[in-house]
């Protein structure tokens, strides 16, 4: 039996070229902290969902991420899917959508909240 199905072999491709492309060939100071964290394909490989985060933070004044969502979203989805279909050996190379991942940000925010419970519990009496 397969580990893996294919449409997650091709999406784990997809984002290490992807990581190459937005490093090497991206010139945009918005884009330069961006980190992917997991490429999702549809099962008849026309989509592809590319969600991301912002390290250290996101650009300065921009919550969420929706500067860099709206970048990637834009024209700059065209030359990634271009520069993918260089890179990769697909028949077709998939549509791609970015999407900020903010369970990063929901898992530091309830890992604070958790150890705030802790501290004022230990505290009282």
Same mark, same amino acid.
């Given at each position: ?6 449409? #997650?072999?091709?999406?784990? #491709? ?8 937005? *490093?090497? #060939? ?6 330069? @902290?961006?980190?992917?964290? #997991? ?6 490989? +026309?989509? +592809? ?5 912002? @390290? ?17 979203n834009g024209r700059l989805a065209g030359f990634l899917r271009w520069a ?12 791609? *959508? ?7 940000? *929901?898992?530091? *925010?309830?890992?604070h909240l958790i150890e705030a419970a802790v501290a004022t519990d230990t505290a009282e009496p």
């Amino acid at each position: 039996m397969k580990e893996y199905a294919r449409t #997650e072999r091709i999406g784990t #491709e997809l984002q290490r070229k992807l990581a190459q492309v937005l *490093r090497t #060939e991206v010139r945009d100071p918005r884009l330069k @902290f961006i980190t992917l964290q #997991e490429v999702r394909i549809s099962r008849d490989l +026309a989509h +592809a969902k590319v969600y991301f985060t912002c @390290f250290p933070t996101c650009f300065p004044g921009d919550e969420g991420g929706v500067e860099q969502e709206h970048l990637l979203n834009g024209r700059l989805a065209g030359f990634l899917r271009w520069a993918l279909a260089r890179r990769a050996r697909l028949r077709t190379v998939p549509q791609l *959508r970015f999407i900020h991942d903010v369970s990063i940000a *929901r898992g530091e *925010r309830l890992s604070h909240l958790i150890e705030a419970a802790v501290a004022t519990d230990t505290a009282e009496p």
